[in-house]
């Protein structure tokens, strides 16, 4: 099973939602565009969120696995995918490769 490099791309905030609909919440996503994970496939790193790892898993566990091409050419890089996580107040976005190196 190799590892897989997962980098927080972009986040968004939609404020209108928010203010209609959300309850007001304190540090509602610690994480910063740029950052970096390393996943040895079945459990979730350090410091990456509960509900962006729910979102993204089954992703990190097929490309840690071998699969590639997901859903048909939708990657340039086969060994890849851009996933969101499910908040809809504050997506974010992010990259996950499979590297070449094999986990622990």
Same mark, same amino acid.
């Given at each position: 099973? *190799? *590892?897989?490099r997962?980098?927080?791309?972009k986040?968004?905030? /939609?404020k209108?939602?928010? =203010?209609? /609909?959300?309850?007001p919440?304190?540090h509602?996503?610690?994480?910063? +565009?740029g ?6 496939? &079945?459990?979730?790193?350090e ?5 962006? &790892?729910e979102?993204m898993?089954? @992703?990190v566990m097929?490309?840690a696995?071998?699969? +590639?091409?997901i /859903? =048909?050419?939708?990657? *340039?890089?086969?060994k ?13 976005? @992010?990259l996950?490769?499979?590297? +070449?190196?094999?986990?622990?």
């Amino acid at each position: 099973m *190799k *590892k897989c490099r997962i980098t927080v791309m972009k986040k968004a905030f /939609y404020k209108d939602l928010a =203010d209609q /609909y959300e309850n007001p919440i304190e540090h509602a996503c610690n994480l910063q +565009e740029g950052q970096v994970f390393i996943a040895n496939g &079945w459990s979730k790193p350090e410091g990456m969120c509960d509900s962006a &790892w729910e979102s993204m898993s089954a @992703f990190v566990m097929t490309l840690a696995h071998g699969g +590639e091409n997901i /859903y =048909d050419g939708w990657m *340039k890089n086969k060994k890849s995918a851009m996933i969101s996580c499910n908040d809809g107040f504050r997506p974010v976005s @992010f990259l996950i490769e499979a590297l +070449e190196e094999d986990t622990d």
